[in-house]
T-cell receptor, first 112, second 117 residues
C-alpha cells in the first residue's frame, strides 16, 4: 500500500517569513495529493490539492509543488500569519474514492 | 448545508467496556470513511464504505472492532471490549460520488475523542 513520509514534524518560523513542508510517497500510481490543516481540537480541512498532471498550484499565500519523478510534493506558505499556526497533513491517493493515506503531520508555529 | 456529524464528541470508559460512535455523512455522499487519529499523528484509515458495502476493511482490528452502515447513510463504529491503547480520536469522513466534478476531497466530522481508563 501507499506510504507517505512528512518532514519536518515541527516547524517554527517568524511571522511574515515563508514555511515549507515536504512529503514523499511510495506508490507511483497515486495521482491526487491534498493538504489538510487541523487546528487544535478541530476537524482536518482541505486547504489545497494537486493532481499528478499538474506541477504546481497556487492559491493566494499557499502553493503546492509536485515532482512525480522523485515522488515528492511540498506545501509553501508565504507571508505567514498567526492564524497559520496549526498541524498540516499531506496525503496521497490513487484517486476516485480510494481514501487517503496521510503523513504524520507538521506542527507549524508562527512566532510573533 | 450540515457537515459530517459525529457523536458523542467525548467518551470516557473503563477498559473492557464497550463503546459505540455514530456518524451521519453529508447528504448525497455515498462514500464513508472511519479514520483513527492518535495524538500527534495523522489519520489512519480503519474502514471505507461505498453505500452499504464495506469495500476496504483491511486495517480494522476485527477481533474487537466492528462497523456497520445498514441503509447506506448513517454508520456506527463499535469497540468491544475497549483497551487502554484504543484511546484516540475517531474521525468520520465522507465524499460524494465520482464523476467529472469529483475533486477527491474528504469532508471530516469533528471526531469522537475516546479515553479508556
Amino acid at each position: 500500500g501507499e506510504n507517505v513520509e512528512q518532514h519536518p514534524s515541527t516547524l517554527s518560523v517568524q511571522e511574515g517569513d515563508s514555511a515549507v513542508i515536504k512529503c514523499t510517497y511510495s506508490d507511483s500510481a497515486s495521482n491526487y495529493f491534498p493538504w489538510y490543516k487541523q487546528e487544535l481540537g478541530k476537524r482536518p480541512q482541505l486547504i489545497i490539492d494537486i493532481r499528478s498532471n499538474v506541477g504546481e498550484k497556487k492559491d493566494q499565500r499557499i502553493a503546492v509543488t509536485l515532482n512525480k519523478t522523485a515522488k515528492h510534493f511540498s506545501l509553501h506558505i508565504t507571508e505567514t500569519q498567526p492564524e497559520d499556526s496549526a498541524v498540516y497533513f499531506c496525503a496521497a491517493s490513487g484517486g476516485g474514492a480510494d481514501g487517503l493515506t496521510f503523513g504524520k503531520g507538521t506542527h507549524l508555529i508562527i512566532q510573533p | 448545508e450540515a457537515g459530517v456529524v459525529q457523536s458523542p464528541r467525548y467518551k470516557i470508559i473503563e477498559k473492557k467496556q464497550p463503546v459505540a460512535f455514530w456518524c451521519n455523512p453529508i447528504s448525497g455522499h455515498n462514500t464513508l470513511y472511519w479514520y483513527l487519529q492518535n495524538l500527534g499523528q495523522g489519520p489512519e484509515l480503519l474502514i471505507r464504505y461505498e453505500n452499504e458495502e464495506a469495500v476496504d476493511d483491511s486495517q480494522l482490528p476485527k477481533d474487537r472492532f466492528s462497523a456497520e452502515r445498514l441503509k447506506g447513510v448513517d454508520s456506527t463504529l463499535k469497540i468491544q471490549p475497549a483497551e487502554l491503547g484504543d484511546s484516540a480520536v475517531y474521525l468520520c469522513a465522507s465524499s460524494p460520488p465520482g464523476g467529472p466534478t469529483y475533486t477527491g476531497e474528504l469532508f471530516f466530522g469533528e471526531g469522537s475523542r475516546l479515553t479508556v481508563l
